[in-house]
């Protein structure tokens, strides 16, 4: 069952964009055109909302469907004929738009509320093959691949810590042999959270720098060509052929209102300038990454705005080679035409140490109404 805060999100965005007055009379009227809910979906909202639980969330949801009823890029003013709620319903595929509502079969919604992450694949999907090819990969241990040596000793300490390397119940010599029963044993063994013993924590730290340079290189690797960099750039953002929309609200509670363009929508404004990825280690592996992107509408609105009334002046200046221009100029029409997308990649095991395939969690830190791509609703 879905969790009752995404339920709250998800369908009170959807009920808000129907013109009623208020939120209780959509609860209290139940309308017929929001497709795919029971009755006991909103029962469980209606009893929250009286429990006076989730005020945050069904608030930010409201008003999010109202701006997006209300936006030029959204309905315009114009009620909705049918709102479908996808709920729990599992895509039959690989899906590439992270849609939680449907407008009239035509307006995809995501509803993203207190969460940064962009994407969470293998790390091979991401640093080998760069997003394009989804496949079911078996037995592999990424973390085997890019650091084996560290990797082992990690593991070496880990059994000298728990006492897990010797007696009549010891572990295998080998991190390669270990087996689902075995990465249990020595997940249970280890400190839940925090820090590991001091031997361990340095061979940890050793070993996560170690997945991390290797990541980062083998990331780079596949980005050789600037056509591939700025294709990696569209697939982090989630780019797609069709533009959709995002309606939520940051970690922090602000409220997320944004139409995702495509990669259309992008050429036509945006120049990618550099993509670049480097190792980091906090806590865990970590790959850090950023785009440099020039918006050319920046700069023309900037000269634009240096004389009003001088359109001939205007149009000199626009044309007029960079190296020309005075220094103070270029230098305030550079700040105005480059845009800098910042992110990371956290490379973790999915369950725990030890405990599961490792997964890469592919995080945005810029906020993304600043974000090139994504544009803000008016």
């Not at 001091?198 to 290189?217: G, I, L, P, R, T």
């Amino acid at each position: 069952m879905v969790a009752l805060r995404t339920e709250i999100t998800e369908i009170v965005t959807g009920l808000a964009m129907l013109g009623f007055r208020d939120l209780d009379e959509a609860l209290q009227v139940r309308p017929m055109s929001v497709l795919n809910l029971e009755t006991e979906h909103y029962e469980r909202l209606g009893a929250a909302r009286a429990a006076g639980s989730h005020v945050r969330e069904f608030e930010t949801s409201w008003e999010n469907g109202q701006v997006f009823a209300r936006a030029d890029d959204g309905l315009r003013g114009r009620p909705p004929w049918s709102v479908e709620w996808k709920g729990p319903h599992k895509p039959p595929g690989y899906e590439q738009v992270p849609a939680d509502l449907r407008i009239d079969h035509v307006y995809l919604v995501s509803c993203k509320y207190g969460s940064s992450i962009l994407h969470n694949v293998s790390p091979s999907h991401l640093f080998d093959r760069a997003l394009a090819e989804k496949r079911v990969e078996r037995g592999s241990d990424w973390f085997m691949t890019t650091a084996p040596g560290a990797y082992q000793e990690f593991y070496t300490s880990c059994l000298a810590d728990t006492g897990l390397d010797h007696g009549y119940h010891a572990m295998p010599t080998q991190v390669a042999e270990l087996t689902k029963r075995d990465r249990q044993r020595l997940k249970a063994a280890l400190p839940k959270r925090g820090r590991l013993p001091d031997k361990s924590q340095a061979m940890y730290e050793q070993f996560s720098m170690a997945v991390a340079k290797a990541s980062a290189d083998r990331w780079r690797s596949s980005l050789g060509t600037a056509r591939q960099r700025e294709a990696m750039l569209w697939r982090l953002l989630r780019l797609q052929a069709a533009p959709y929309f995002v309606l939520g609200a940051t970690t922090s509670g602000d409220p997320l209102r944004y139409r995702v363009g495509t990669p259309w929508d992008f050429r036509n404004r945006f120049d990618l300038k550099s993509f670049d990825a480097w190792p980091d280690s906090a806590g865990q592996p970590m790959v850090r990454w950023r785009a440099e992107v020039i918006d050319r509408n920046s700069m023309f609105a900037q000269v634009s705005s240096v004389e009003p009334i001088m359109t001939v002046a205007v149009s000199h200046e626009a044309a007029m080679p960079e190296a020309a221009m005075p220094e103070a100029r270029r230098t305030e029409l550079d700040r105005a035409q480059r845009k800098i997308i910042e992110g990371h990649v956290e490379i973790r095991w999915t369950h725990g140490r030890f405990s599961g395939a490792p997964e890469a969690k592919v995080h945005l830190d810029s906020h993304p109404h600043r974000v090139p791509g994504y544009f803000p609703l008016t």
